[in-house]
């Protein structure tokens, strides 16, 4: 089944300590995107990938870090979170070599920073 | 960043009754797409719109893409219960990022 999954779905951490979000895709897909979701401000790019190698800062990258070292995976990097970083977090992918074009979206990843 | 304006905010409608919702740019776009978020899980794609003028259907889904490239509106016909949910408008400017309306939230009475 073609799908993005995301790990862990739900994380509730404290302040400075360090986590991973990893997300995976199986569809061969070359665009990676991290979003943030927060009420009444729809959802926010982090961090997007072309292509392995190839990462860039979306709207909102302050506090993240990504990787794209294969092309199926692309974890979202907290070195040090702060409560302000608590959110809903999406991973999606796609087919569109040069552009983000019609996204498939991972279930989200609850993010609660104390 | 760019900025998409999306309204109304929040519905309320009967069962049975049609439903629009629209999108707006300060700035061009040359995609436009509306995805779908039901509770618990993550957006899904609805339609995408890849040139101006263009009027897409998905089954009772209709969406276009405005002519001034600045605004795309989707309209649901005949809602049913399950079209519950918070629909979102996204659109492709110059950059290679996806930027996404604040969402409608669409709740449906019997």
């Known amino acids: 089944e073609a799908q993005v999954t995301q790990n862990p779905r739900y994380l509730i951490t404290v302040t400075g300590k360090k986590l991973t979000v990893t997300c995976s895709q199986n569809?061969?897909?070359?665009?990676m995107s991290w979003y943030r979701q927060d009420p009444g401000l729809g959802l926010r790019q982090i961090y997007y990938?072309?292509?392995?190698?190839?990462?860039d800062k979306g709207d909102v990258p302050e506090g993240y870090k990504v990787s794209r070292k294969e092309k199926r995976n692309f974890p979202l990097i907290l070195e040090s979170p702060s409560p302000n970083q608590t959110s809903l977090y999406f991973c999606?992918?796609?087919?569109?070599?040069?552009?983000?074009?019609?996204?498939?979206f991972g279930p989200g990843t609850r993010l609660t920073v104390t | 960043g760019q900025q998409l304006n999306q309204s109304p905010q929040s519905m309320f409608i009967q069962e049975g009754e049609d439903v629009s919702m629209n999108c707006t740019s300060s700035?061009?776009?040359?995609?436009w797409l509306w995805y779908k978020q039901d509770p618990g899980e993550g957006p899904v794609l609805l339609i995408a719109?890849?040139?101006?003028?263009e009027l897409t259907s998905n089954g009772r889904l209709t969406a276009q893409f405005g002519i001034t490239r600045k605004d795309s509106f989707l309209n649901i016909s005949a809602s049913i219960p399950s079209d519950v949910g918070i629909y979102f408008c996204?659109?492709?400017?110059?950059?290679?990022?996806?930027?996404f309306g604040t969402g409608t939230r669409l709740q449906v009475t019997l």
């Open positions: 999606a992918s796609s087919f569109r070599r040069l552009g983000p074009g019609e996204q498939y």
């Open positions: 569809m061969n897909h070359e665009y």
């Open positions: 990938s072309m292509n392995v190698e190839v990462t």
């Open positions: 700035s061009i776009f040359n995609t």
């Open positions: 719109l890849y040139k101006a003028g």
């Open positions: 996204a659109g492709t400017g110059t950059a290679s990022k996806l930027t």
